[in-house]
Protein backbone atom coordinates (compact mmCIF):
# COMPACT_ATOMS: atom_id res chain seq x y z
CA UNK A 1 0.00 0.00 0.00
CA UNK A 2 1.90 2.90 -0.99
CA UNK A 3 0.20 5.43 1.82
CA UNK A 4 2.57 3.14 4.12
CA UNK A 5 6.20 3.64 3.16
CA UNK A 6 9.20 1.96 4.89
CA UNK A 7 12.84 2.72 4.48
CA UNK A 8 15.34 1.16 3.90
CA UNK A 9 13.53 -1.21 1.33
CA UNK A 10 16.80 -3.20 2.03
CA UNK A 11 19.82 -3.15 4.43
CA UNK A 12 22.81 -5.07 5.06
CA UNK A 13 24.76 -4.50 8.21
CA UNK A 14 26.98 -6.19 10.66
CA UNK A 15 26.91 -7.41 14.02
CA UNK A 16 26.77 -4.58 16.69
CA UNK A 17 25.67 -1.72 14.29
CA UNK A 18 22.91 0.42 15.34
CA UNK A 19 20.31 0.39 12.69
CA UNK A 20 16.83 2.58 12.26
CA UNK A 21 14.11 1.39 10.14
CA UNK A 22 11.54 3.95 9.40
CA UNK A 23 7.83 3.99 8.74
CA UNK A 24 5.71 7.09 7.22
CA UNK A 25 2.00 6.93 6.52
CA UNK A 26 -0.30 9.49 4.61
CA UNK A 27 -3.33 7.73 6.20
CA UNK A 28 -4.30 9.60 8.79
CA UNK A 29 -4.01 6.92 11.03
CA UNK A 30 -3.24 6.85 14.89
CA UNK A 31 -2.43 3.18 15.64
CA UNK A 32 1.05 2.04 14.00
CA UNK A 33 2.62 -1.49 14.64
CA UNK A 34 5.85 -2.96 13.98
CA UNK A 35 6.12 -6.41 13.15
CA UNK A 36 8.99 -9.16 11.79
CA UNK A 37 8.26 -12.16 9.66
CA UNK A 38 10.14 -14.62 9.75
CA UNK A 39 10.07 -18.03 7.70
CA UNK A 40 7.93 -20.20 8.98
CA UNK A 41 7.45 -18.31 12.11
CA UNK A 42 4.71 -16.24 10.55
CA UNK A 43 4.34 -12.50 11.67
CA UNK A 44 5.23 -11.32 14.98
CA UNK A 45 4.50 -8.33 16.98
CA UNK A 46 7.83 -6.09 18.13
CA UNK A 47 6.11 -3.02 19.09
CA UNK A 48 2.63 -0.75 18.84
CA UNK A 49 1.41 2.69 19.32
CA UNK A 50 -1.70 4.02 19.58
CA UNK A 51 -1.62 7.77 19.16
CA UNK A 52 1.75 9.63 19.85
CA UNK A 53 2.17 9.47 23.73
CA UNK A 54 1.54 5.89 23.65
CA UNK A 55 4.18 3.01 23.21
CA UNK A 56 3.64 -0.45 23.89
CA UNK A 57 5.98 -3.32 24.28
CA UNK A 58 4.52 -6.74 21.58
CA UNK A 59 5.51 -10.15 21.69
CA UNK A 60 9.37 -9.64 21.11
CA UNK A 61 9.92 -6.40 21.57
CA UNK A 62 13.66 -7.33 23.71
CA UNK A 63 16.81 -5.59 21.16
CA UNK A 64 14.29 -3.49 19.94
CA UNK A 65 13.61 0.09 20.24
CA UNK A 66 11.18 2.39 18.89
CA UNK A 67 10.37 6.17 18.52
CA UNK A 68 7.00 7.70 17.63
CA UNK A 69 8.44 11.11 16.19
CA UNK A 70 4.77 12.36 14.61
CA UNK A 71 1.34 11.12 14.10
CA UNK A 72 2.26 9.87 10.96
CA UNK A 73 6.00 8.56 11.23
CA UNK A 74 7.05 5.39 13.93
CA UNK A 75 10.92 4.44 13.34
CA UNK A 76 12.44 0.65 14.92
CA UNK A 77 15.80 0.89 15.91
CA UNK A 78 17.96 -1.93 16.56
CA UNK A 79 20.48 -0.43 19.35
CA UNK A 80 23.21 -3.26 18.40
CA UNK A 81 22.04 -5.38 15.80
CA UNK A 82 22.60 -9.58 15.94
CA UNK A 83 22.45 -11.80 13.27
CA UNK A 84 19.23 -13.27 14.73
CA UNK A 85 17.62 -10.04 13.89
CA UNK A 86 18.49 -10.70 9.92
CA UNK A 87 14.49 -10.98 9.23
CA UNK A 88 11.81 -9.12 7.02
CA UNK A 89 10.25 -6.48 8.92
CA UNK A 90 7.11 -4.71 8.47
CA UNK A 91 4.85 -1.32 9.74
CA UNK A 92 1.33 -1.35 9.57
CA UNK A 93 -1.03 1.61 10.78
CA UNK A 94 -4.83 1.19 11.59
CA UNK A 95 -7.36 3.80 12.39
CA UNK A 96 -9.06 3.78 15.88
CA UNK A 97 -12.99 4.61 14.30
CA UNK A 98 -12.62 1.39 13.41
CA UNK A 99 -13.04 0.03 17.01
CA UNK A 100 -11.72 -3.62 17.51
CA UNK A 101 -12.58 -4.12 14.13
CA UNK A 102 -10.04 -1.89 12.84
CA UNK A 103 -8.09 -2.99 9.40
CA UNK A 104 -4.24 -2.82 9.44
CA UNK A 105 -2.63 -1.67 6.49
CA UNK A 106 0.79 -2.74 6.02
CA UNK A 107 4.14 -1.26 4.13
CA UNK A 108 5.94 -2.99 1.57
CA UNK A 109 8.73 -4.10 4.02
CA UNK A 110 12.31 -3.91 5.18
CA UNK A 111 14.82 -6.64 4.69
CA UNK A 112 17.72 -6.75 7.18
CA UNK A 113 20.38 -8.81 7.04
CA UNK A 114 22.79 -8.80 9.76
CA UNK A 115 26.12 -10.16 9.29
CA UNK B 1 -5.06 -15.79 25.60
CA UNK B 2 -5.55 -15.64 22.15
CA UNK B 3 -4.20 -17.41 19.51
CA UNK B 4 -4.70 -18.89 15.76
CA UNK B 5 -3.29 -21.46 14.43
CA UNK B 6 -2.94 -22.85 10.76
CA UNK B 7 -2.25 -26.59 10.21
CA UNK B 8 -1.26 -26.54 6.72
CA UNK B 9 2.32 -24.67 5.73
CA UNK B 10 1.65 -25.27 2.21
CA UNK B 11 -1.64 -25.71 -0.22
CA UNK B 12 -1.51 -27.19 -3.43
CA UNK B 13 -4.05 -26.98 -6.03
CA UNK B 14 -5.04 -26.96 -9.60
CA UNK B 15 -6.10 -24.03 -11.68
CA UNK B 16 -9.75 -24.15 -11.92
CA UNK B 17 -10.37 -26.01 -8.82
CA UNK B 18 -11.73 -24.73 -5.35
CA UNK B 19 -9.31 -23.71 -2.42
CA UNK B 20 -9.71 -23.77 1.36
CA UNK B 21 -6.82 -22.63 3.57
CA UNK B 22 -7.68 -23.68 6.73
CA UNK B 23 -7.24 -21.51 10.58
CA UNK B 24 -8.28 -22.39 13.88
CA UNK B 25 -8.58 -20.06 16.74
CA UNK B 26 -8.65 -19.63 20.33
CA UNK B 27 -9.62 -17.01 22.64
CA UNK B 28 -11.86 -16.57 25.53
CA UNK B 29 -14.47 -15.31 24.33
CA UNK B 30 -16.11 -13.70 20.65
CA UNK B 31 -13.64 -13.55 18.30
CA UNK B 32 -13.34 -11.21 15.64
CA UNK B 33 -11.35 -13.26 12.32
CA UNK B 34 -9.12 -11.78 9.83
CA UNK B 35 -7.89 -13.04 6.94
CA UNK B 36 -4.42 -11.14 4.53
CA UNK B 37 -2.59 -12.16 1.96
CA UNK B 38 0.56 -11.21 1.21
CA UNK B 39 2.22 -11.35 -2.74
CA UNK B 40 6.02 -12.17 -3.48
CA UNK B 41 7.99 -9.05 -2.53
CA UNK B 42 4.61 -6.83 -1.21
CA UNK B 43 3.41 -6.01 2.34
CA UNK B 44 0.29 -8.13 3.64
CA UNK B 45 -3.05 -6.74 2.14
CA UNK B 46 -6.64 -7.15 3.98
CA UNK B 47 -8.79 -9.58 2.35
CA UNK B 48 -11.87 -10.23 5.05
CA UNK B 49 -13.06 -10.12 8.04
CA UNK B 50 -15.85 -11.36 10.46
CA UNK B 51 -17.34 -9.28 13.12
CA UNK B 52 -20.88 -10.68 13.24
CA UNK B 53 -23.70 -12.22 11.89
CA UNK B 54 -23.46 -14.12 8.59
CA UNK B 55 -21.42 -16.96 9.05
CA UNK B 56 -20.03 -16.61 5.34
CA UNK B 57 -17.63 -13.84 4.30
CA UNK B 58 -17.37 -12.50 1.33
CA UNK B 59 -14.11 -10.71 0.47
CA UNK B 60 -11.61 -9.42 -2.08
CA UNK B 61 -10.86 -11.11 -5.63
CA UNK B 62 -13.62 -14.17 -5.12
CA UNK B 63 -12.33 -15.24 -1.78
CA UNK B 64 -15.08 -16.02 1.13
CA UNK B 65 -14.44 -17.41 4.40
CA UNK B 66 -17.10 -19.21 6.93
CA UNK B 67 -17.08 -18.59 10.06
CA UNK B 68 -17.64 -21.81 12.42
CA UNK B 69 -18.33 -20.85 15.92
CA UNK B 70 -18.60 -24.75 17.06
CA UNK B 71 -15.42 -25.84 15.71
CA UNK B 72 -13.38 -22.76 16.12
CA UNK B 73 -12.63 -22.42 12.05
CA UNK B 74 -12.43 -19.57 10.14
CA UNK B 75 -11.55 -21.61 6.93
CA UNK B 76 -9.96 -19.45 3.37
CA UNK B 77 -12.29 -20.44 0.23
CA UNK B 78 -12.65 -19.96 -3.02
CA UNK B 79 -14.63 -21.73 -5.66
CA UNK B 80 -12.36 -21.67 -8.94
CA UNK B 81 -8.67 -20.96 -7.91
CA UNK B 82 -6.26 -18.79 -9.93
CA UNK B 83 -2.81 -18.94 -11.16
CA UNK B 84 -1.93 -15.31 -9.88
CA UNK B 85 -3.81 -16.40 -6.11
CA UNK B 86 -0.60 -18.03 -5.58
CA UNK B 87 0.55 -16.12 -2.66
CA UNK B 88 0.84 -16.35 1.48
CA UNK B 89 -2.08 -16.33 3.55
CA UNK B 90 -2.66 -15.21 7.61
CA UNK B 91 -5.08 -15.66 9.33
CA UNK B 92 -5.76 -13.10 12.13
CA UNK B 93 -7.85 -13.28 15.78
CA UNK B 94 -9.12 -10.48 18.34
CA UNK B 95 -10.64 -11.72 20.84
CA UNK B 96 -14.39 -9.25 21.30
CA UNK B 97 -13.65 -7.81 24.81
CA UNK B 98 -10.26 -7.91 24.71
CA UNK B 99 -9.85 -3.78 24.45
CA UNK B 100 -7.65 -2.43 22.07
CA UNK B 101 -4.82 -5.89 22.34
CA UNK B 102 -3.41 -5.87 18.92
CA UNK B 103 -4.27 -8.64 16.10
CA UNK B 104 -2.53 -12.32 16.86
CA UNK B 105 -1.51 -13.74 13.54
CA UNK B 106 -1.33 -17.16 12.58
CA UNK B 107 2.22 -18.32 11.03
CA UNK B 108 0.77 -18.58 7.14
CA UNK B 109 -0.11 -21.13 5.11
CA UNK B 110 1.28 -20.69 1.44
CA UNK B 111 -1.20 -21.68 -1.89
CA UNK B 112 0.44 -22.79 -4.54
CA UNK B 113 -1.80 -23.16 -7.77
CA UNK B 114 -0.59 -25.10 -10.41
CA UNK B 115 -2.21 -24.21 -14.44
Known amino acids: DADVTQTPRNRITKTGKRIMLECSQT?????MYWYRQDPGLGLRLIYYSFDVKDINKGEISDGYSVSRQAQAKFSLSLESAIPNQTALYFC??????????????FGPGTRLTVL | AQSVAQPEDQVNVAEGNPLTVKCTYS??????LFWYVQYPNRGLQFLLKYITGDNLVKGSYGFEAEFNKSQTSFHLKKPSALVSDSALYFCAVRERNSGNTPLVFGKGTRLSVIA
Open chain 1, 92 to 105: ATSDPRGGVTDTQY
Open chain 1, 27 to 31: KGHDR
Open chain 2, 27 to 32: VSGNPY
